[in-house]
């Protein structure tokens, strides 16, 4: 376990090694999630299936495509990120019914809707694997 979460509740730890292959997979190009295989729920790594419990999870890849589920417009952060400024934030639906929240790109506040269609786009970021969300 990470030093910085030692006191947090069991809930919110998130066990490196559960949360890894996530990142190698972006790395790859390549959008991840996992699936419980004993009731068959995806869900964002963490250490147990949210439903039933089950410690372990297979590792299953997302097609990337959905459709914008919620859309804000960030007009203040912190300063690392001011050069950003402003940037949308959309928490997209994807097809395997996952939400998903990241900044989106090459499109205007404006012009999006609740409802249209979106996908993920693989890039770096600050010199990390990322991702955002463009235009379907
Ligand atoms: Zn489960």
């Not at 996530?22 to 790594?45: E, M, R, S, Y």
């Not at 996952?98 to 404006?110: D, G, S, T, W, Y």
Request: proline share 9%.
């Amino acid at each position: 376990m990470n030093e910085h979460l030692a006191g947090l509740p069991y809930s919110l730890v998130y066990p490196e090694s559960k949360v890894k292959p996530f990142w190698d997979n972006l790395a790859q190009n390549k959008f991840t999630t996992t699936k419980c295989p004993k009731c068959g729920l995806l869900w964002p790594p963490k250490a147990n299936c949210p439903n039933c419990g089950e410690e372990t999870s297979e590792w299953i890849e997302l097609k990337g495509t959905g459709e914008i589920y919620a859309k804000t417009q960030v007009g203040a952060s912190p300063p690392a990120f001011k050069a950003m400024l402003p940037f949308i934030l959309v928490v997209g639906k994807l097809d395997e019914g996952i939400l998903v929240a990241a900044r989106m790109e090459k499109a205007n506040f404006e012009d999006l809707k609740i409802g249209t269609p979106i996908k993920i786009e693989i890039k770096k970021s600050f010199g990390l694997d990322s991702y955002i969300f463009v235009p379907a």
